[in-house]
Every structure is written in C-alpha cells, then in structure tokens.
C-alpha cells in the first residue's frame, strides 16, 4: 500500500464524518427552530382567546376586581413584549404559572400527571414495535414468493380492519369485551399490572396494524434484493440472513412510520385516558380546556408539542444512524 | 377528467370493496337528508318512565336518561355528525390549498419558509392541535369545525405544494403559456383537470378523518354542546352505562366506526383507481427465494467412484411451473484449479445452470439432475447445515450487479466479516482482521478504512473487488463467476478480469466465468462451454474458438465479437432470428429456426453432444470443418449471416 491511496481513502473518511455532524447540525437547528416557533405560538394562544380570557374563565358574575387581579397576576397588564420575555424566560426555567381555576403550581400538576401519559405512551409504543416489527418480517418470511395466500389475505383483512378504527372506539370495544363481559381487567383507573392492559391494548393496536403492514410489504421488497441472494450464497443461517440481513433495511421506512405514530400515540392517550379515567395529562388537558384554564392549557401545549418535535428528532437521528444515505438524501 | 378516467373510476368502483364503499357512503348520504326530516319527532321524545334502558323491542339500542330512544336519535345525528365533517374538511382544504401553492407561486425564500411550516405542521396530531384551537375558540360545535380544519390544513397545504410544484414544472403548462392561452382558460382547461382527481380524493378522505376526530372531540365533551348532539356525545353518554347496558355505546361507536370507513374507503378506491387500479403492489422478479433443492431423481451409480473434480453434474435440467424449462441437460465437469467458461445470449440458461449449482435457484424452480457431486458430494443428499457448511467455506459466487449485491445498510466489513465469523468461528475481531487482508489483496486502498465504510462510498469497481474479497474469506475451492463485468466500464473490466484470475491461480481454485462476451471469456478460461436455449451446444478450448469452432452458432458469437482488424465500414455481425423460448418443447436443434445450414434433419431431431475431438464436443448435424475457408470468423459470418 502507497501514501497516497491511504490518504485518499482517509479523506473520504472525513467527508463521511463531516456529512454526518453536517446533518446532525442541521436537524439539530431545525429542532431548537421549532421549539422557539412552539412556544411562540403558545405564548399567542391566550392573546387570541376572543374577549377577555380572564373573564371568560371566570364566567361572567365574577367581580370585575377579581378580574383585574387575575389579569395582574398572569402579567397580562404588561406590554406584550415584556409579557413575551417573561413568558419565554419562565418556560425555559421551568415555570407554568398558576392555574386559573385551582391556583396550583401548573408545574407541579404537570410533573404529578405526566409519569402516568409517559408511562402509558412508551409502554405502547414498545409493545407496538416489539409485536409489530417481528410480526411484520414474520409474515413477510410466510407469505414471500406468494406463498400461502390464504394467511396473507387473513393477515391484510386483520390488520385493515384494525388499522381503520381509531383508538378510543376500540377502547370502548375492549373495555366490553374483557371488562364488562368477562371481567378480566379492570374497567378503568390505574392501579397495577392488570389496569395498564387495556389502554396499552387500545393504543397500541392500531399502530401495530399499521406497522406491521409497512414491515411486511417493505420485507417482501428487501426479500426481493440481490444482496439477500449475496447474503444467502454466503451460506448464511436464516436468522441472520432475516435479522442482520433483511431486517435493517426494511427500518427507514419503518422507523419513518414509527415517528408518525408515536406523534398519534401522544394524542391517542388523550383520548384513552379518558375513557379509562387515567391520571394522566390528557385527564388534565380535556378539564383544563372545558374550565378554559389557558395556563395550564398552554402549559400542555408545550409539553405534547415538545414530545412530537422530541420523538420526530429522534427518529431521524435514529434514521441517520440506521441508513447513513439518508443523511445525504436529507440535504 | 378525462373520458378514460372516469371510466377507470366506474371500473374501481363495481370491486367488492367500492360496491361496499358506494352503499356505505350512499346510506350515509340519505340518512343525513332524510333522518331529521322523518324521525326528529321521535328522537326528542321524551319518555321518562323508560329511561336509560337497554335493548328492547320498542327501543333496539335503547334509550338514554330522558327515556329517548336511541336509535332514532343516532339516526338523526347522521345530519349533524356529517356535516361538521364536510365542514371541517372544506375549511381544511380551504386553509390548506392555497398556503400549499404558495411555494410555487412565489418561490424563493418565502416559499421555503413555508415549505418549513407545512413539513413541521404536519407532524403534529390532528386531534392535539384541533383541542388546543377548540380551547382558543371556545368549547363547541364551532370550535370543533375550527379546530379540526385547521389541523388537517396541513395536510392540504402538503398535497396542493406538491402538485402545484408538479403542474407549474410542466411542458403543457409552459407551451399553453407560450401559445398565449389566457389566465382563466389556463386554470380551467389546464390546471384543474390535473389537480381535481387527487384533491377531490383528499377530500373525501379528510371527510372521514374529521369525522372521526369529531366524535372524538365530542366524546371527550369539547365538541357539539348539549342539547344538540351527535355520534361522538352519544358515545360518551353511553360509555358511562357501559357497565350497565353496553349496547347503549356499542351503537354509537359502530355508527362513527362505518361512517367515517365509507368516506375513506370510498376515497381509497378513487385513489388506487387513479394510481392506475389493479396492479399488483410489487412484482416479482426472479432469484430472490431461499435456496430449496427439490430432490431429483436418485444419483445412481455415480456416487461409487471417487470424483476427483471439483464438480460434476450430468442432465442437469431447471424448470418452473407453467412448462418452462430454462436449463435442459446440461452436463459439465470442472477440474480442480481450472477456469471454464459458459458463454451464450441472454436467456440461454447460462446463468440458471450457474444459480443451480450455487443452490441459489428461486423457489418455484425445480432441478433435477441424474449425477450432481460438487466437491465430491451430492448437495441435494446433505442435510441443510451440513450443506451450508461444505457450500459456504469451500463455494463463492462473483455476482454479476455488484451495486446491488453488497447490502446497503452494512458496513463493507461487516459483510465480509460475517463469512468467518459463521463458518470458521472466527472471533469478530479476528474476522475484521481477515476482511481487512482480503480487502488488501483484492488490491482495495486502506482496506483498514474501507472495511468500515458502506457500500455506497464504493465505486462501482471497488464494489466488486469487495464481493470477489468476500468470496475470499474462507479459501474457495470453485468461484462461480457469473457476469462479473457486465455491469462495469471497460478500463475496470479488465482489471476484475485480472484480479479473478490472480485470485484462481494464487488460491488455486478452480472457477466458473460466465458470460455473453466470447472476448472475456476467452481471456481467462481454457475451456468454453456455449450454451444455447438451455443446452450445451459446444464444448471446446479456447484454442479451437478462435482457430475454427464446429458448431455454426458458436462460429456466429465469435464473428460478433469486434477485433483489430474488423472492417469499421461495415456494421457489426449479428446473428439473425432470435433464441426460442424455454416453453418451446420442439424435438429438434434449437438453433435450427437461425442456421444457414439447417437441414430437415436438424428440425426433427436434436443431435447428441458428441466428441469431435479431444477435449471437443459439439451437438450439430452439419458441423463446421476445420480452417473450410479463410479465416474462421469470416466462415462464421459466411455461414451465418444471411
């Protein structure tokens, strides 16, 4: 070996790496862009309420000092810039504000209701991606070269179905089925192993359906490669031929889905978590917006907001990892 | 829409799933004009005796807290659940649309800001961002249209940015342009027929969607206000009986469930009609199942004496459901450390015969084969690990695309790597090491840099360098070659030709070239193989190729072949006709239809593969003699081209 091919092969090198940082900033930029357009518009949210959201929220026979006492208190008497700065300023330190009906730490209510969301959130993604992407290579493995048409046709019918209803009609469908007709689960409340079964169940569902869909026909595609011929002419065993071979290259576009869903998930546990009277945020969102509690509202707004930028990142950051085309495509 | 469309439309929808669609969305349709006409009386009948019952004959879904029955009330809901939902998509599509096209129209920095907006947008949950513009606006009916429309804008705006970007970057619009066609007739003969299908399929399908978050929204108690009602507050009022009476929520929510699956179905069927209908959703290509061997007919006697070759295969035949029958007693012998060549057109099974003794056929495929010893044993007869074994440490294969052969979402070391690791038990580091050597010795520059690299920072020639390294990590008794060059350019050609070479002689291993081009194969092999529709037609070294072969469509692939001396004025040879296919079961010569010197013979009968001479054999009747007239490639063309 000469110098110079070396340092050739030492320059791609860096270009590789530099395209990768290079991506890694920008996505990162467009990250701290986001969460700056985030809690802008947050900060808008109570300023578009039409009227007076102090009085809205207080309803109209409340006394109008106590109005103005609010409105002191929140800072709405201030310039709108001050109110802008203060706003952004206490976000970043981690302050809500109090709520306007309870007069609680909207901070504390937050860090008290959120483990539960969280909880219920992650486990179902990870239930979701832990069934679906296993699932999907196994019925893509069953059903390639049009093999065994029938349990295809079983598997797209199942899915299709379950893909299409949203998660809170099948939660009401679940809670029937296990816990008004065989009571095996609790109907609602958590408490334990058992109460987290079927709001999981009705989260997750449907992201499975879904996603266990994509990996399939995405399987039957890589399947189809010439280096899965390359990795089965070197005598491979099936397992890698399928897990090291097949599988990575079917994650883009399942991770890209994943992304999608999880964003759905955090909406989903709204929903879920009403039906199943679950201490979560979303609990908190829906009385929080029927009692017009705009700090807590906009304190919500930010956090799930700040969860749906947070999970798009990390899939693509995950993405570039996973497939590093997609750091070039990206650009 | 164009005359073909619609009738690709009408064809979409007489399918199972668009008849389904077209009733579900029809009776959606009906029921929302005619239901409050017919049964507002009996929906707000109050009935306090029979309140909160469940199924019964007067009330088949019950009824709720006042006593009023519940079906009816479903039914009058259609109304109002639907057209919130129509609402909501309209002022979807009407936020969405023009903030889409707005990229297009303006361009430029705006444009990309804007561009930035959607993407980021779109990435929030619709039902999210419409409670937080419910809040804004205020719990209700108005707040929920709001909300819901504001957050499937996006989606809108992402559809119209696209085909606004597609329609303003068109020919048609550009020559409309330049013909002076006026602005409105541009936008109504040019424009909208191009953006109504996907838009009103948009549509359609936002329907759905806003149905379903506003019941969503209503169940959670942010959407339609008592006393009004719709699916989703019903839902929520049943939901709490549903311990009680269950069917009081079960009506509802099958009533959002097929509400909102008519309108997406439908709008489904719309778009996969528009997508060009009934095509599979991938088509298969060939060589790409697990290596399965159907077993063939039993061996016979041959497994009695010693083989010293690396492989022997006689009456090797490949065939596919549906009577095709690619590859038809093909019988060959290669020595240890010999290169043989198979050369012949595409489709001439060359490729199939060289897949079959790698045990890489496609599934459907079935091989039989009256004697197959690779190394000495029968593949078929060994167990799948066994044959794993002895394929993976002593067979390799050179395959003929290396852009796709090697996995893009490895590292090049990784795959190299893994050969050693699986089949010598290597140690991963061990393993590396050894990639990195073989790397080295397929003369690739800083292999100890390129072994973590991917694929996609390999040239194209690199790349094959890389499989023909990997082929080399345990030692190759046989390297299975089969194109290796075709996909490069000529300079790099010669050096993978080279390398194979150096590969076969320094490890002295013996190899299998295949190829379409004479030139390559007689480069590197001694003895040549042409195949023809499937069969061995000749069998001869390289010497006699070139001075005289016997068989006329060898002497034709030879006189295509472009030399020094060939006259530039004239075009190149080529052989006329075209090979017959590998469903044609005619008893003669295959190459009959195409010979100069075809006799009726030739027609009714396939000659045997006979010796000619030593190391020679050829299958024709009317053989080519030896140095007959001038040079042998000017008999070739002679003879052959007509």
Redesign the interface.
């Known amino acids: ?2 110098a110079a ?2 340092s ?3 320059q ?2 860096w270009w ?1 790496g530099r395209t990768r940082s290079a991506y890694l900033f920008r996505r990162t930029a467009r990250l701290l862009v ?1 969460l700056a ?1 985030l809690l802008t518009a947050t900060f808008f ?1 109570i300023h ?3 009227g007076d959201p102090v009085r ?1 929220a207080l309803g109209p026979t409340a006394p109008a000092s106590l109005v103005a006492e609010r409105k002191a208190a929140l800072g709405l008497d201030k310039p709108l810039v001050t109110q802008y700065v203060d706003y952004i300023r206490d976000v970043l330190h981690g302050d809500f504000g109090t709520s306007m009906t309870t007069g609680e730490s909207v901070t504390e209510v937050i860090k008290q209701r959120a483990p539960a969301t969280f909880k219920l959130a992650g486990i179902a993604f990870l239930v979701a991606m832990f069934v679906a992407v296993p699932l999907g290579v196994l019925m893509a493995a069953l059903t ?4 065994r048409r029938g349990v295809e046709l079983g598997f797209t019918a199942a899915t299709g179905g379950l893909a ?3 998660s ?2 099948l939660a ?2 679940l ?2 089925l296990f816990a ?2 065989i009571h095996i689960f609790p ?1 609602a409340g958590r408490a334990g192993f058992s109460s987290y079964v079927l709001p999981v169940a009705a989260l997750a569902l449907a992201p499975i359906a879904a996603l266990s869909r994509i990996v399939r ?1 995405e399987g ?2 890589v ?16 397992r ?1 031929v399928y897990v ?2 097949a599988l ?2 079917t ?1 883009t576009p399942t991770l890209t889905l994943a992304g ?1 869903l999880l ?2 998930l ?3 546990t ?2 879920v978590e ?2 199943f009277a679950w201490p979560g945020l979303g609990t908190t ?2 009385q ?3 009692e ?1 509690d ?1 700090p807590t ?1 906009q304190a919500l ?1 930010v956090v ?2 700040t969860v ?2 947070l999970a ?1 990142f990390a899939v693509d950051i995950a993405l570039g990892v ?4 997609s750091t070039i495509l990206e650009s | 829409m164009s005359e073909p469309s619609t009738s690709r439309f009408r064809q979409a929808l007489r399918t199972p799933v668009g008849i389904t669609a077209s009733i579900g969305l029809a009776a959606i349709i009906v029921l929302a004009i005619i239901a409050p006409i017919l049964w507002s009386d009996d929906a707000a009948k109050l009935d306090i005796l029979a309140a909160s019952q469940g199924a019964s004959r007067a009330h088949p879904l019950g009824t709720d807290a006042l006593g009023r029955d519940i079906l009816y009330r479903m039914l009058v809901a259609t109304r109002l659940s639907v057209t919130l939902a129509l609402l909501a998509a309209g002022l979807g599509a009407l936020i969405g649309i023009p903030l889409g096209a707005i990229p297009a129209l303006v361009g430029g920095r705006i444009g990309k800001l804007v561009t930035g907006f959607i993407n980021l947008s779109v990435a929030f949950p619709t039902l999210l961002v419409a409670i937080f513009v419910a809040a804004i606006i205020g719990v209700g009916a108005r707040g929920a249209v709001a909300g819901i429309g504001i957050a499937i804008a996006p989606y809108f705006a992402r559809l119209s940015q696209t085909l606004s970007a597609s329609v303003a970057g068109s020919d048609y619009l550009a020559a409309a342009r330049m013909l002076g066609v006026r602005r409105v007739r541009l936008l109504r003969r040019h424009i909208l027929p191009n953006v109504a299908e996907p838009l009103l399929i948009t549509v359609t399908i936002a329907v759905g969607d806003s149905l379903l978050a506003l019941a969503g929204l209503s169940f959670l108690g942010l959407g339609v206000q008592p006393p009004q009602y719709d699916w989703g507050r019903m839902l929520s009022e049943g939901l709490s009986r549903i311990y009680v009476t269950p069917v009081v929520a079960l009506g509802p929510a099958i009533a959002i469930t097929l509400g909102a699956l008519s309108f997406v179905l439908f709008g489904e069927v719309l778009a996969k009609a528009a997508a060009g209908g009934g095509a599979p959703r991938w088509t298969r290509t060939d060589l790409s199942a697990l290596p399965v061997l159907p077993a063939g007919p039993p061996t016979g006697d041959g497994d009695a004496i010693p083989v010293p070759d690396v492989l022997a295969v006689e009456n090797l035949t490949v065939s596919f459901p549906g009577g095709s029958v690619p590859v038809r007693g093909v019988s060959l012998e290669v020595a240890p450390g010999e290169i043989i060549g198979i050369v012949g057109e595409s489709g001439s099974g060359k490729t199939l015969t060289a897949m079959a003794i790698a045990d890489l056929l496609p599934a459907a495929s079935q091989l039989t084969a009256s004697r197959f010893t690779l190394f000495g044993k029968d593949p078929r007869s060994l167990g799948e690990a066994e044959r794993r074994r002895l394929l993976g440490r002593s067979l390799a294969v050179v395959y003929q695309d290396p852009m796709s052969a090697l996995n893009p979402a490895l590292r090049v070391g990784r795959q190299l790597a893994e050969v050693s690791e699986v089949h010598d038990g290597l140690s991963k580091s061990s393993a590396t090491q050894r990639a990195v050597d073989r790397l080295g010795s397929v003369r690739i520059a800083n292999p100890a840099a390129r072994v973590r690299q991917y694929p996609h920072e390999f040239s194209g020639g690199m790349r094959q360098r890389a499989v023909i390294a990997m082929g080399l990590m345990s030692e190759p008794k046989l390297i299975i070659a089969d194109e290796p060059t075709t996909a490069l350019d000529v300079t790099v050609q010669q050096q993978i030709l080279q390398l194979l070479r150096e590969v076969s002689t320094s490890g002295g291993s013996a190899a299998i070239l295949i190829s379409h081009d004479v030139a390559v194969v007689s480069q590197l092999c001694r003895r040549v193989l042409v195949m023809y529709a499937g069969r061995i037609v000749e069998e001869l070294d390289v010497a006699t190729l070139v001075i005289g072969p016997a068989h006329p469509y060898t002497a034709a692939l030879v006189a295509s072949v472009p030399t020094m001396e060939s006259d530039r004025t004239q075009p190149l040879a080529s052989i006329p006709g075209r090979a017959p296919s590998p469903y044609d079961d005619s008893p003669g010569c295959p190459f009959a239809p195409r010979c100069p010197r075809a006799s009726a013979r030739c027609t009714d009968l396939m000659p045997p593969l006979e010796q000619r001479s030593a190391g020679h054999r050829v299958a024709c009747w009317h053989p080519l003699q030896r140095g007959a007239a001038g040079t042998p490639a000017g008999v070739a063309v002679e003879d052959v081209a007509v």
Not at chain 1, 322 to 325: H, K, M, T, Y
């Open positions: 070996m000469t091919p070396a050739i092969g030492a791609r090198n590789a986001s357009l949210m578009l309420v039409p809205a390639r070269d049009s093999r299409a209803i949203p809170f009609l009401v469908g809670v029937y008004v007709t109907v026909v039957l595609r399947l189809e490669q010439d280096y899965i011929r390359t990795a089965r002419g070197k005598r491979l065993p099936a890698i090291r071979h990575p290259n994650l999608l964003g759905g955090v909406a989903g709204v929903l009403n039906i969102l829906v929080s917006v029927a017009k705009y509202v707004a799930f907001g749906v930028l798009n996973i497939d590093p085309r």
